[in-house]
C-alpha cells in the first residue's frame, strides 16, 4: 500500500464548477497535510497546510481533514481554466522534521 | 515571504562532467533544505535531506557519492551531479524548510546531459 494515495486522473471539470480532489494516506500518526499545485514544467507550489479535523478556506480553495477517515481533500470552487494543473497532496511524516511524502499527483482539466 | 530561488535554472554538460546546482532560502532561514527529482511525467522523488552543518541523509537507492550534497549556510545548499550521464537528466528541485512544517520550493534546474 501506497503511503500517500491519489487518483491520477486526469479530472475534468467545467468552467466554474467545484472541482473536488481526494488523498489518502497510511499513516494514521500523521500530522501534518499539504496541497502544491504544479503546472507543467514548473516546480510545486504551496497553496494549502491543514493541521486539525474540519475544513480550512483560503479563497476559493478549501481543504478538508477526516483523521479518523485517513483521507484529505481539496475543493476547489468556481474553477478557472487557469487551475488547470496537477495538484500533489503532501503528509508529514511523524518523527521525521518537515519530511513530507508526495502522492502522485491529480491532473486537474478545467474545460472552458 | 518564503522564497526560494536556485540557480542555474537550465544546464546542458556533457557526458562525464560534473555540475553545481545551488538553492538559497532568500528570506528565511533554512535548517533543512531537500532535494528532490522528477521526471517527465513523473511524480517528485525524494534525494535526500540535507541539514545545516551536517551530513545529508540520502533516500535508498541514491548514490552518495554521486549527488554531493552541501548544506554550509542556514541559506544555502549545493547539490553536485558528478561525472554526470545522459541518464541524469530530469529535472532537480529544492525545497526548504519553513517553520516546522511548511516546505517551500524553487523553481528548479532542468538538467540535459549529452
Known amino acids: 500500500q501506497k503511503e500517500v494515495e491519489q487518483n491520477s486522473g486526469p479530472l475534468s471539470v467545467p468552467e466554474g464548477a467545484i472541482a473536488s480532489l481526494n488523498c489518502t494516506y497510511s499513516?494514521?500518526?500523521?500530522?501534518?497535510f499539504f496541497w502544491y499545485r504544479q503546472y507543467s514544467g514548473k516546480s510545486p507550489e504551496l497553496i494549502m497546510s491543514?493541521?486539525?479535523?474540519g475544513d480550512k478556506e483560503d479563497g476559493r480553495f478549501t481543504a478538508q481533514l477526516n483523521k479518523a477517515s485517513q483521507y484529505v481533500s481539496l475543493l476547489i470552487r468556481d474553477s478557472q481554466p487557469s487551475d488547470s494543473a496537477t495538484y500533489l497532496c503532501?503528509?508529514?511524516?511523524?518523527?521525521?522534521?518537515?519530511?513530507?511524502?508526495f502522492g502522485t499527483g491529480t491532473k486537474l482539466q478545467v474545460i472552458p | 515571504g518564503a522564497v526560494v530561488s536556485q540557480h542555474p535554472s537550465r544546464v546542458i554538460c556533457k557526458s562525464g562532467t560534473s555540475v553545481k546546482i545551488e538553492c538559497r532560502s532568500l528570506?528565511?532561514?533554512?535548517?533543512?533544505m531537500f532535494w528532490y527529482r522528477q521526471f517527465p511525467k513523473q511524480s517528485l522523488m525524494l534525494m535526500a535531506t540535507?541539514?545545516?552543518?551536517?551530513?545529508?541523509?540520502?533516500e535508498q537507492g541514491v548514490e552518495k557519492d554521486k549527488f554531493l550534497i552541501n548544506h554550509a549556510s542556514l541559506t544555502l545548499s549545493t547539490l553536485t551531479v558528478t561525472s554526470a550521464h545522459p541518464e541524469d537528466s530530469s529535472f532537480y528541485i529544492c525545497?526548504?524548510?519553513?517553520?516546522?512544517?511548511?516546505?517551500?520550493f524553487g523553481p528548479g534546474t532542468r538538467l540535459t546531459v549529452t
Open positions: 503532501a503528509v508529514r511524516s511523524p518523527g521525521g522534521y518537515q519530511k513530507v511524502t
Open positions: 525545497s526548504a524548510g519553513y517553520s516546522s512544517y511548511e516546505q517551500y
Open positions: 540535507s541539514n545545516e552543518g551536517s551530513k545529508a541523509t540520502y
Open positions: 491543514i493541521y486539525s479535523n
Open positions: 499513516d494514521r500518526g500523521s500530522q501534518s
Open positions: 528570506d528565511f532561514q533554512a535548517t533543512t
